[in-house]
């Protein structure tokens, strides 16, 4: 064989242990980055890490947490207003239905807390409220009043409204507020505002513009938050009975 021809094939041999080398050398490096990625998956969260996520987690429960308050606030709020508007509504009905049977000439208190009035009744049983004479049949006085002595024994006294018809004591409204207008002047002087709203409420009060009676109502109804939620409907009636 031939100097030159063992030169190529010394050559060719350098080559190839140049190439098993180099691939040895990279799957070795494969091997200790696979390792090194093993390793940080394995060995969890920094503390540092731990941290963060807590901090985001508290952040996203803590507005979650705001979010749901306001939304159960604005709930009962509107819940407040729903059940207070009815049964103001409902008083307001009543009394109006009341005072439009009533005779106007009867009608005492005005203006007031407190009204007395009387009603077109048939007394004699002939049928009509008028008598042989032609004159009206009134029925005994009725009132419409706050039930400061517990008439009807349900241990409720201010913040109801009564309806007195003789032995009979009907309730017409519960949770009104109390008359803060002490010298009846219409204004919210100082000293007042006892449920500190602002405004001067007086819970129930009648007025009268001629021959027509405007009757105001409130009710109030304290929220969870110790506000407390009144509640304020007119309405005006002309009775039909002079």
């Given at each position: 064989m031939s100097e030159h021809t063992l030169t190529r094939l010394s050559r060719n041999a350098s080559i190839k242990d140049m190439i098993s080398l180099s691939a040895t050398s990279v799957s070795h490096a494969q091997n200790l980055r696979t390792k090194k990625l093993r390793f940080h998956s394995d060995r969890g969260m920094t503390l540092l890490e731990v941290m963060i996520a807590i901090t985001i987690l508290?952040?996203?429960?803590?507005?979650?947490?705001?979010?749901?308050?306001?939304?159960?606030d604005a709930a009962q709020v509107q819940e407040t207003r729903i059940i207070t508007t009815d049964d103001t509504r409902r008083a307001i009905q009543d009394i109006v239905r009341e005072l439009r049977q009533a005779s106007l000439g009867s009608l005492t208190g005005i203006p007031g807390a407190t009204l007395t009035y009387r009603v077109a009744t048939d007394v004699d049983g002939n049928g009509v409220a008028v008598n042989s004479s032609g004159g009206l049949e009134l029925s005994t006085v009725r009132t419409i009043q706050r039930d400061t002595a517990d008439l009807n024994g349900d241990g409720v006294t201010t913040s109801q409204i009564l309806l007195r018809n003789g032995a009979n004591n009907i309730v017409l409204?519960?949770?009104?507020?109390?008359?803060?207008?002490?010298?009846?002047?219409g204004v919210l002087d100082a000293g007042e505002d006892a449920n500190r709203n602002g405004r001067l409420d007086r819970g129930i009060w009648f007025t009268r513009t001629g021959s027509a009676v405007t009757v105001t109502l409130q009710s109030q109804q304290r929220l969870r938050r110790g506000t407390l939620f009144v509640t304020t409907l007119s309405e005006t009636v002309v009775p039909r009975n002079p």
């Amino acid at each position: 064989m031939s100097e030159h021809t063992l030169t190529r094939l010394s050559r060719n041999a350098s080559i190839k242990d140049m190439i098993s080398l180099s691939a040895t050398s990279v799957s070795h490096a494969q091997n200790l980055r696979t390792k090194k990625l093993r390793f940080h998956s394995d060995r969890g969260m920094t503390l540092l890490e731990v941290m963060i996520a807590i901090t985001i987690l508290t952040i996203v429960m803590g507005t979650l947490f705001s979010l749901s308050i306001g939304i159960g606030d604005a709930a009962q709020v509107q819940e407040t207003r729903i059940i207070t508007t009815d049964d103001t509504r409902r008083a307001i009905q009543d009394i109006v239905r009341e005072l439009r049977q009533a005779s106007l000439g009867s009608l005492t208190g005005i203006p007031g807390a407190t009204l007395t009035y009387r009603v077109a009744t048939d007394v004699d049983g002939n049928g009509v409220a008028v008598n042989s004479s032609g004159g009206l049949e009134l029925s005994t006085v009725r009132t419409i009043q706050r039930d400061t002595a517990d008439l009807n024994g349900d241990g409720v006294t201010t913040s109801q409204i009564l309806l007195r018809n003789g032995a009979n004591n009907i309730v017409l409204a519960n949770g009104v507020p109390n008359n803060e207008d002490a010298n009846n002047n219409g204004v919210l002087d100082a000293g007042e505002d006892a449920n500190r709203n602002g405004r001067l409420d007086r819970g129930i009060w009648f007025t009268r513009t001629g021959s027509a009676v405007t009757v105001t109502l409130q009710s109030q109804q304290r929220l969870r938050r110790g506000t407390l939620f009144v509640t304020t409907l007119s309405e005006t009636v002309v009775p039909r009975n002079p």
